[in-house]
């Protein structure tokens, strides 16, 4: 075939392939989501390698592939985490409380996990497992800082500077517990399991005083965010919730109670828009 004949295809493919990409616009690609979230086992935690690991990471990243969505998860200590979220475009936190105090600066996916929140100590210290409100000075009490539970410890007669210490990551204060130098901790159901075990290593008991409250954890996204966005994530949260996905990743985690409760708010959800 002459040279000017091939040539002349070569232009006129060229020429076809730039009509057909001229035609079909290009979707934009979305903006990678910046999440954080807290050192709080088994729900996530920096794994050997390095990287965030997690039961409730695991879910989220189930989730931001069923949306397609590029994302980003950085572990940082919660106040740190939070201010970020609230400050940042384009972002997100989990698993955090939904209260009056943080409903107007997020839109809300959830719940991602329904814990009973208790107070908890060692055994040594609190025979037959017995502690009463207003006996809080005789106690020193540890909870992070920017934690919705410090209010609940200041109910109870704590107050920071007295009998109440305030630190900056999760699991300093069960350390600080495991050690002696503090005889009061706040613990969900889910971490306590863990705890208990490591407690039993240290030779004694983690014992629950008293529940606090049961709350409802969520995932908490700038404002900026549309609430179309919100939508989706939302469905595709409660599909993973009736569709087994959920309770593969958390069984064996976290409680066949807790993993129940979720599953039923996704089917009483499903039946109200039915």
């Known amino acids: 075939m002459p040279k000017f004949v091939l040539y002349f295809f070569f232009i006129a493919s060229w020429l076809n392939s730039l009509n057909l990409a001229l ?5 934009a690609e979305q903006p990678v989501l910046r999440l954080y979230t807290e050192h709080s086992p088994p729900g ?28 980003t998860i950085e572990l940082l200590p919660w106040a740190r985490a939070l201010g970020l979220a609230r400050s940042q475009p384009n972002s997100g936190i989990f698993e955090t409380v939904r209260n009056a105090e ?16 208790g107070l908890y100590g060692r055994s040594d210290n609190f025979a037959g497992q017995q502690f009463y409100t ?5 106690y020193l009490a540890c909870e992070y800082r920017e934690s919705v539970h410090v209010n609940a410890l200041k109910r109870l007669g704590f107050t920071e500077g007295q009998n109440l210490i305030l630190t900056v990551n ?18 969900n159901e889910a971490s306590a399991g863990e705890r208990k075990l490591q ?13 606090l409250s049961q709350v409802r954890l969520y995932l908490a996204f700038s404002l900026d965010i549309d609430d179309t966005t919100i939508g989706r994530w939302q469905r595709v949260l409660e599909q993973s919730y009736l569709d ?30 039915q």
């Open 102 to 117: 943080r409903e107007p600066y997020f839109k809300w996916v959830g719940p991602l996990k329904v814990h009973t929140i």
């Open 244 to 273: 087994g996905s959920m309770r593969a990743l958390y069984q064996g985690v976290y409680s066949e109670q807790m993993i129940s409760r979720l599953e039923q708010f996704a089917s009483e959800r499903q039946a109200q828009l």
């Open 23 to 27: 035609a079909v616009p290009m979707q």
């Open 44 to 71: 996530e935690y920096i794994d050997a390698s390095g990287n965030v690991a997690g039961a409730t990471v695991e879910l989220i990243k189930l989730l931001l592939s069923r949306l397609d969505q590029p994302a």
């Open 134 to 138: 207003g006996t809080g000075n005789k």
């Open 170 to 187: 999760h699991g300093d204060c069960f350390t600080l517990l495991l050690k002696g130098r503090v005889q009061l901790v706040v613990l």
């Open 199 to 211: 407690m039993q290593q240290a030779g004694h008991q983690l014992v629950m005083l008293q529940p």
